[in-house]
């Protein structure tokens, strides 16, 4: 596992052949993003800024997000969403009420249905993803995402949302690693111990989403499909395979 000092040190060189000032973190009040706004600070010190963007978002997220910023001494910048989301959904509601019936799929089974969730819940990462690239831009700064190696495998994040980044720090690392590494760089035990959530809708968390554990998804990782149950390898090889498109570039043809 690359050290802390290890990935600095790369973050550094990124931002110096890029010809970019300094680093962007969104600081969602969660341990990757308390993991990666210390790092950023380590790579460039003095040249850091987190951002808060709360949308109808569970006040303590923010809480958390402003300890991490306070501990670590992070110059911050807060831009509500909640306006922006609130009318850009009216937007779309109505837009999509003109699709032809014919083309939308089948209504699901149950009304708290997370793939019926997706289209709107998808629209909070992008905006924060449009918010953090406008900072990025006025101060010259790269965007660091907070994506750990255990959500990029299966594609747990949003495509041209919390995946549209400059560079991914984490990238490599289990989510057990970056919650040693945590540790190691001293991030508030409140943020290292609560339960981890993208922020998609209030009580949403990782796991609940995934429909298995984080430790769960490790085991696989690290020791193979027989690490866990036929049911459970075969859920996370279709992830793997489903959400490829997600980790490379757009495919353009052959002919």
């Not at 998808?122 to 959500?151: D, I, Q």
């Not at 298995?212 to 459970?232: C, I």
Request: charged fraction near 20%.
């Amino acid at each position: 596992m690359s050290t802390s000092k290890d990935i600095a040190a790369w973050m550094r060189q990124q931002v110096t052949v890029s010809g970019a000032r300094g680093i962007v973190v969104g600081l969602s009040g969660g341990i990757d993003s308390a993991v990666v706004v210390r790092l950023a600070q380590m790579a460039a010190p003095g040249q850091v800024v987190g951002v808060i963007m709360p949308c109808h978002s569970d006040p303590q997220d923010e809480a958390d997000a402003r300890l991490v910023a306070g501990h670590f001494a992070v110059p911050t910048v807060r831009i509500d969403l909640e306006a922006a989301y609130d009318r850009f959904v009216a937007d779309l509601r109505t837009a999509a009420e003109q699709l032809p019936a014919d083309l939308l799929p089948p209504a699901p089974a149950q009304p708290a249905d997370i793939k019926a969730r997706m289209p709107l819940a998808n629209v909070k990462p992008r905006l924060r993803m449009a918010t953090l690239y406008f900072v990025a831009n006025t101060l010259n700064y790269l965007v660091a995402g907070t994506g750990n190696r255990s959500e990029l495998t299966i594609g747990y994040f949003t495509k041209y949302g919390d995946g549209g980044v400059d560079l991914l720090p984490i990238g490599k690392l289990l989510k057990s690693e970056v919650r040693a590494m945590a540790r190691e760089l001293d991030v508030p035990e409140r943020v290292i111990t609560k339960a981890p959530s993208a922020g998609l809708w209030l009580g949403q968390t990782d796991e609940q989403e995934m429909g298995f554990t984080y430790a769960d998804l490790e085991h696989y990782l690290m020791d193979g499909p027989d690490a866990v149950s036929p049911a459970l390898a075969m859920r996370i090889e279709r992830l793997m395979r489903t959400s490829d498109h997600k980790r490379t570039v757009a495919p353009t043809p052959d002919v």
